[in-house]
């Protein structure tokens, strides 16, 4: 499974619905729910998923969905 898909379902259980579609350019701006908290559940979900830890620099210079699954293939691979 692709770092894209395994985000998508983590959007999908955050919250809670099966049917939503992301999109690379997608922001919090483009999903219904998606405030503070939301943030905060998504970037422990990927964290746990991705057995990655993000810093506060990293998370702040997030834009979009893109961005964050830029930074998780950045992490993956430094890990390597």
Do not use: H, P
């Amino acid at each position: 499974m692709s770092v894209f898909e395994k985000v998508q379902e983590i959007f999908q259980d955050v919250f809670d619905d099966t049917t939503l579609e992301i999109k690379r350019e997608y922001s919090s701006a483009d999903i219904e729910d998606w405030d503070s908290l939301a943030q905060i559940n998504l970037i422990t979900q990927m964290e746990k998923e991705f057995n990655l830890k993000f810093n506060m620099n990293d998370i702040i210079k997030l834009q979009n969905i893109g961005d964050m699954i830029d930074l998780i293939e950045k992490k993956q691979n430094e890990q390597l």
